[in-house]
Structure formats: structure tokens, C-alpha cells
């Protein structure tokens, strides 16, 4: 009975991390094969495109904010349409100053200097009460966009059931000695998955923070005690039955970070945030056959679980092990145990110069998952702060 329970947890736990690797993208790459994004949208010259309010809440961003304000305004939308709000969270770098002095060059930026740190969720929240537009963009300091960005946001918000579009951020930029290679290809799958979730459910899950759009009528700022603001305005527009979709014209840049400290310490931080949200919006969990319920639980919930799967996994089957199960489980734990072995085969040969591909993919996956079972641990532990840091990424260290 033992040995039967155990092959059960060792199975069903490889079955659901296959389900949210592997057998939902590819269902749902089959499933949007024949469907349409919205059409439903606002022509370029349209006089009726709605005024929007942009929103960014920066930190020490003196090596980007003066390419993100012009680069913002460099715009083929309206721009007496447009407003850039900036709130600055208490920046101890040269941030304030050059933002004071792009102020007189541009009439729609608005500048909120916080006397002490508040966090990111403040910061937004406390925009978000100044802005008036009916569409707000919600973007990231070294998140640069194209001149017809704001546009192919905005341009689905003429269908009314339209409460959400996020944009499609392209990494140009990766070295062979870090994890950027990794984190781009990881970034450019997500970017499908979420195009297709929006073309078959209307329900892409979870927008990039760094570029995203949202109807000011199913906006909801997340609580201040949230790390995660950007994901819990995502879900909010689908518990209040909007859509959500994901633009793939909507182009805007990013530079991706090189070093797995830097994104390892963000993905804990991520990760905690994400079970602040699993929790606000256990509603959309059931019924598991609803179109939202079922891409909430196969693209996210599930891969926020892999952790816990593989540590079961593993224990399940030393349980079959040393229950005499036979070889072929002798030989999987083997390999259980092995694979993580080579992160210091990957450490020892970049030390060395040597990149290996599928080391690096290794590395990038097995870590990113121990950011995971981190950031569990701190929000089972309470979280204490929301105010951040911004991740070293090329531009500071160019």
C-alpha cells in the first residue's frame, strides 16, 4: 500500500509540472490556432483615441530616466492626450534632478517626489489618485518603448469588454557568460503563452509589469503591503469579468539582467508576491475547467508549485527505492540527484570560460525554482517590507 501511494505522489507530481512546462503550452498553441485577437480597435487617426495617463514608480534610475522620458514622449499617439506621471520613492541618486529638468521640455510629465521609501504598490496608488484619464499604461523605468507603443495598447480599449493589454517586450540584448540567454528565451515563450491565453479565453494571465495598459473602470490598485502590484491589477480586471490580451504589436525594449544573484534575489521577491496574490484571488481557482480557473492553475499556480512537486517527487521515490521498487526508479532517482549536480559543473566551467547551453538552461531552471521555494518561505514568514531595489541589468553595467 506504502509503495503504491508513493508511486501515485511520484507520478501525478511529474505529470503536473509536465502539464505546466510542457502539455499546456502546447494545447494552447493548438487551441489558438485558428482564432483571432481582438479587431475591434480604434483606427491611428481616430479622434476619439482616450486621453491616458501614464504611471512610473522609479528608485534610483539615474543611468535610465532621461531615455525613459524622452523615449516615452517620442510617440505617435495624441500628445495632448498624454500624461506621464512620475513618483519617485525616495531616489538617493541624481534621479530627481534630471527629472526636474526635463519638466519645462515636456508640458504632459508630472513629477511626485516621496520624502521617504513607500514602496512600489504606494507609489502607483498614490499616481493613480492624481491621474484622471480613462486608460491608464503602467511601465518600468528601463523598459523603453517604440513610437507606436502606446498606440497598439490602446487601440482595444474601443471594445468595451477589452479591460487589459499588455505589450510584448523584446530582450535585444544577451552575453554567452551569464543567465540573459536563458531569461530571453524564457521572456519570449511567455510572451506567446500570454497572446494565446488572450486570443482563446480572453484571459492572459498576468501582464509584464514593465509595459502593460489597463481600463481605469477595472483598475484596482493592489494593497500597499504587496510586492506584486502588477499581477494583482492583472487578476482584478478578470475577477471583475473584463478581458485580458496581450499585443504583440505592442513592441517596447528591456534590457534582461546577466547575473543569477541579481535575478535570483528578484525572483524570490517575485515569487513572494505571487502567493500574496494566489491568496487574494483563490476565487479564480475553481471550478479548474473555466477558462480562466484552468490558465490561472496550469500557467501559473502550478509552476509557483514545482518546488514542492520536485521535493516530492524525490522523496516519493526514495520511499520506492528503498522499498526494492526495482531499477528503473533506481535509475530515475539517479538522474533526480545527478541534474542538480551539474549547476557546479556550469559553475566550474564559466569560471573557466566555458559556456555551455544546456548547463546554463540547467542553472537558470533549478535556481529559479529554488527563488521560488524562497519566496514561499518568506511569505509564510509575513512580509515585512515592499519597498526595492532595482535589478542591476546592462545599462548600469555598461
Given at each position: 500500500?506504502?509503495?503504491?501511494g508513493a ?19 502546447l ?29 512610473l ?23 495632448d492626450?498624454?500624461?506621464f ?49 480613462p ?59 500570454k ?9 492572459m ?11 481605469r ?84 499556480v ?18 520506492l ?34 559556456h ?7 542553472t537558470?531552471?533549478?535556481?529559479m ?6 519566496g ?23
Amino acid at each position: 500500500m506504502l509503495e503504491l501511494g508513493a508511486a501515485f505522489v511520484l507520478w501525478m507530481s511529474l505529470l503536473l509540472v509536465a502539464h505546466t512546462y510542457v502539455l499546456f503550452p502546447l494545447l494552447l498553441a493548438r487551441l489558438a490556432r485558428s482564432r483571432r485577437q481582438n479587431q475591434q480597435v480604434y483606427a491611428p487617426d481616430n479622434a476619439d483615441l482616450p486621453a491616458v495617463d501614464i504611471l512610473l514608480a522609479v528608485y534610483n534610475e539615474e543611468q535610465v530616466i532621461e531615455e525613459k522620458i524622452r523615449t516615452t514622449f517620442a510617440t505617435t499617439y495624441p500628445l495632448d492626450k498624454l500624461t506621464f506621471y512620475i513618483g519617485s520613492d525616495n531616489s538617493q541618486d541624481n534621479t530627481n534632478a534630471l527629472v526636474e529638468r526635463l519638466e519645462p521640455e515636456y508640458p504632459g510629465l508630472r513629477f511626485r517626489p516621496f520624502g521617504q521609501r513607500t514602496g512600489k504598490p504606494g507609489v502607483i496608488e498614490a499616481l493613480g489618485q492624481e491621474a484622471t484619464a480613462p486608460v491608464l499604461v503602467l511601465t518600468d523605468a528601463n523598459v523603453f518603448f517604440a513610437p507606436d507603443t502606446i498606440y497598439q495598447l490602446v487601440k482595444h480599449f474601443r471594445n468595451p469588454a477589452v479591460g487589459q493589454v499588455g505589450g510584448n517586450i523584446i530582450n535585444p540584448e544577451h552575453r554567452r557568460e551569464g543567465i540573459s540567454g536563458q531569461e530571453k528565451a524564457y521572456l519570449e515563450r511567455e510572451n506567446i503563452i500570454k497572446y494565446q491565453e488572450g486570443v482563446v479565453w480572453g484571459a492572459m494571465i498576468g501582464a509584464f509589469g514593465g509595459c502593460f495598459a489597463v481600463r481605469r473602470a477595472c483598475y484596482h490598485p493592489a494593497p500597499a503591503s504587496f510586492l506584486v502590484d502588477d499581477f494583482f491589477i492583472s487578476m482584478a480586471v478578470l475577477q471583475d469579468g473584463y478581458q485580458a490580451i496581450n499585443e504583440l504589436d505592442a513592441v517596447c525594449y528591456e534590457d534582461v539582467s546577466d547575473r543569477l544573484p541579481e535575478e535570483f534575489r528578484r525572483k524570490a521577491r517575485i515569487s513572494t508576491g505571487n502567493f500574496q496574490n494566489l491568496l487574494a484571488f483563490r476565487r479564480l481557482l475553481w471550478p479548474p475547467w473555466h477558462g480562466v480557473s484552468f490558465a490561472f492553475w496550469s500557467h501559473k499556480v502550478l509552476r509557483w508549485l514545482t518546488p514542492l512537486l520536485l521535493v516530492l517527487m524525490l522523496l516519493a521515490n526514495v520511499v520506492l527505492v528503498a522499498l526494492g521498487a526495482g531499477w528503473f526508479y533506481q535509475l530515475m532517482m539517479l538522474g533526480q540527484v545527478g541534474v542538480p549536480l551539474l549547476l557546479l559543473l556550469d559553475s566550474g566551467l564559466r569560471r573557466r570560460g566555458t559556456h555551455s547551453r544546456l548547463l546554463r538552461f540547467i542553472t537558470h531552471f533549478y535556481s529559479m525554482n529554488a527563488a521560488l521555494f524562497v519566496g514561499l518561505w518568506r511569505f509564510l514568514r509575513g512580509v515585512r517590507t515592499t519597498v526595492w531595489e532595482p535589478t542591476q541589468r546592462f545599462q548600469q553595467s555598461k
